[in-house]
């Protein structure tokens, strides 16, 4: 069975950094699987915020570009991403998602709320 486990979220001042990371338990990291970060803001539909494919390439929204950092440990099954220079419209739930093959699994998601 396969799990996804988000963590790190939190309460943290505009300017801040926090480190989500996402675990995902019953699948193999290889060349076939792909990890992505996605949110939903406030009033907003859920959003595409950055992927790191099975080569390692990574992808992210223009919003976040520059700021946030995705990366991967394929030992331990984690995926993390590095949220820098937080702005309160980064107030969001947070999702990891983790893609192989056809299939598709996701967290519950992770609560990061950023004060002005």
């Known amino acids: 069975q396969v799990e996804v486990v988000e963590s790190g979220g939190g309460l943290v001042q505009t300017g801040g950094s926090l480190k989500l990371s996402c675990v995902v338990s019953?699948?193999?990291?290889?060349?076939?699987?792909?990890v992505f970060w996605h949110r939903r803001r406030p009033g907003k539909l859920r959003e595409f915020v950055a992927l790191?494919?099975?080569?390692?390439?990574?992808n992210y929204a223009g919003a976040v570009k520059g700021r946030f950092t995705i990366s991967k440990d394929n030992y331990n099954n984690t995926v993390y991403l590095q949220m820098n220079s937080l702005k309160p419209e980064d107030t969001a739930v947070y999702y990891c998602?983790?893609?192989?093959?056809?299939?598709?699994?996701w967290g519950q998601g992770t609560q990061v709320t950023v004060s002005s």
């Open positions: 998602k983790a893609t192989k093959d056809y299939y598709v699994y």
């Open positions: 790191i494919g099975g080569d390692d390439t990574t």
């Open positions: 019953g699948i193999i990291f290889n060349e076939d699987t792909a």
